[in-house]
């Protein structure tokens, strides 16, 4: 059997498969929020037509009503306002930031990537023709757009040539990228809770209605990107990355038997093994050209997350709109509060490492 490099459903990894992008895995800063902000200030926004006051620009007429222009921009802003706003502070902060080291971004960078990603197609012996609209169907699948992918593109070409020789390989670092890869991992099912009291309604559903786990992660697991797919994963269990009582559990698991609620972050996983993954005898030798390439991206990305948030957090940035203007200090308020639970999380892992480790109890 051929082996794969770096599956896009590995836990904690950071590289796509078919597009050779992790869409949206650089958004960081004030913009990591954006995501939850947008969605509960989605919540409130009425999609009821509203029609244009005596004096006011009409966005169209319906049997003679006019329909407010204002209000049409207004609902637009308010449902998908601040997810793109993000997007272009990212971009122009890049763009800034290659201008003033005189480094020139141009078109045929970016167009020479996306060519080189249609042409992966091949291997699935798509018809030349046919790659875009492939292309279309596979972002679709990952929720996301063309439009976002040639911006994703963009914001990795101008973090591609800042990151010029600020990456540096090692070999501890190809090592530790081969064992991700061809050592031992579990397939399981992780469903990602905000509260202990979720954990047990979970616990609840699958132990004692025997409910699907993969239909619950569905319903109830915080992670969009992995509930869209069941909440199914691949947990490297050589992955140095990962939080320790994330591994000790996954090494653990039994079949038919949920794990203990594992607190990370703020937030509970809860673990059902679906499939214990030996490791593969692969040579090194071979392999070490394309590992040092994937470990390349992967650093570049990383770069990448730390250097927009530099960006962000020295710019000066000044809203007009004031719809954005309310998301915006809604988005750093969460955004801060997260950083002050996660700080809070870290400290407590601090203090609980000074006594002997124990598994977490099930709740």
């Not at 202990?196 to 132990?207: E, K, N, S, Y």
């Amino acid at each position: 059997m051929k082996p794969k490099l770096f599956s896009l459903h590995v836990y904690g990894g950071a590289l796509a498969a078919i597009v050779g992008l992790s869409m949206g895995c650089l958004s960081t800063g004030p913009a990591a929020g954006a995501v939850v902000s947008q969605a509960a200030a989605a919540s409130h926004v009425s999609l009821l037509p509203k029609l244009a006051l005596l004096h006011e620009p009409a966005l169209a007429q319906v049997n003679g009503q006019k329909l407010s222009a204002r209000a049409f921009t207004k609902t637009l802003t308010e449902l998908y306002g601040m997810g793109l706003f993000n997007e272009w502070v990212q971009v122009t902060l890049l763009r800034q930031a290659c201008a003033q080291e005189g480094i020139h971004v141009g078109k045929s960078a970016v167009d020479a990537q996306e060519e080189k990603i249609l042409q992966q197609f091949s291997a699935e012996h798509v018809p030349q023709g046919q790659r875009h609209a492939a292309l279309a169907r596979v972002l679709a699948a990952r929720g996301t757009t063309v439009p976002q992918f040639r911006l994703e593109l963009w914001r990795s070409a101008y973090i591609k040539a800042l990151a010029k020789g600020h990456i540096h390989v090692t070999n501890k670092q190809i090592q530790e990228a081969y064992n991700v890869n061809f050592g031992p991992k579990v397939k399981v099912v992780d469903i990602v809770v905000g509260s202990l009291g979720d954990a047990v309604t979970v616990r609840h559903l699958i132990m004692k209605d025997h409910k699907n786990p993969e239909q619950v992660a569905r319903a109830m697991s915080l992670n969009q990107q992995t509930a869209q797919n069941g909440g199914v994963v691949l947990i490297p269990l050589d992955n140095p990355t990962l939080p320790k009582v994330l591994l000790h559990t996954a090494a653990r698991l039994t079949p038919g038997v949920l794990s203990p609620s594992i607190p990370i972050n703020g937030a509970f996983h809860l673990l059902w093994l679906l499939e214990k993954i030996p490791a593969q005898k692969v040579s090194m030798k071979k392999l070490r050209p394309i590992i040092i390439k994937k470990v390349s991206l992967l650093l570049e990305n990383q770069w990448g997350q730390r250097e927009i948030a530099r960006l962000w957090q020295a710019a000066k940035i000044k809203i007009n709109n004031p719809v954005l203007q309310q998301q915006y200090a809604a988005m750093r308020a969460a955004a801060l509060a997260q950083a002050a639970r996660n700080k809070a999380a870290q400290k407590k892992a601090a203090g609980g490492s000074k006594t002997k480790p124990q598994t977490p109890a099930a709740q």
